[in-house]
T-cell receptor, first 115, second 112 residues
């Protein structure tokens, strides 16, 4: 168990809908990262938050947004969903931010299926 | 362009055999390289980290090597077990706040 909790584990929705994925980092970790992993694809970095502030953006669509709350949990909001958004979404946390030897601890992911 | 390429894409071996996975990168300036193991439906778990000055590092039956001159790394698995069946992901990080780049992974299947 990595200590990172993601909910829900599975989510099935329809095109055009909006969903929210939730992540609770390891106790004490200030950094939260979101990644998307499509079928047979590598992990694609979406966005990074540190202590409530956005630190870096990757290949995140404008339809997607995220935030990190004062209690350090984070939410990833996906709107106007398309079939191609179906993927496994991972959250990872670390104690630091962007440091060279930073080690990421991943949650078990949320499997999103858009029908 | 900074990239991380892994080979082979997939690999099937018999239980008890050894195997070697490759990772080539073009990230520069280089800071460190991690190998992660990702079981199906689970999040990746770090196996080992290699910094610029390290050539070899072991973690049980896993041994990672790094050649910073040729920008290549390998992960050698000795005496494979069924539980080694997973995707192995090479992750490279540059210096100066450079973002982390993930390889597409090698999917390993260990058969009895």
């Amino acid at each position: 168990d990595s200590g990172v909790t993601q909910t829900p584990k599975h989510l099935i929705t329809a095109t055009g809908q909006r969903v929210t994925l939730r992540c609770s980092p390891r106790s004490g970790d200030l950094s939260v990262y979101w990644y998307q992993q499509s079928l047979d694809q590598g992990l694609q970095f979406l966005i990074h938050y540190y202590n409530g502030e956005e630190r870096a953006k990757g290949n995140i669509l404008e339809r997607f947004s995220a935030q990190q709350f004062p209690d350090l949990h984070s939410e990833l909001n996906l709107s106007s969903l398309e079939l191609g958004d179906s993927a496994l979404y991972f959250c990872a946390s670390s104690a630091t931010t962007g440091e060279a030897v930073e080690k990421l601890f991943f949650g078990s992911g949320t499997q999103l299926s858009v029908l | 362009k900074n990239q991380v390429e892994q080979s082979p894409q997939s690999l099937i071996i018999l239980e008890g055999k050894n195997c070697t996975l490759q990772c080539n990168y073009t990230v520069s300036p280089f800071s460190n390289l991690r190998w992660y193991k990702q079981d199906t439906g689970r999040g990746p778990v770090s196996l080992t980290i290699m910094t610029f000055s390290e050539n070899t590092k072991s973690n049980g039956r896993y041994t990672a090597t790094l050649d910073a001159d040729t920008k290549q790394s390998s992960l050698h698995i000795t005496a494979s077990q069924l539980s080694d069946s997973a995707s192995y992901i090479c992750v490279v990080k540059g210096t100066g706040g450079f973002k982390t780049i993930f390889g597409a992974g090698t999917r390993l299947f260990v058969k009895a």
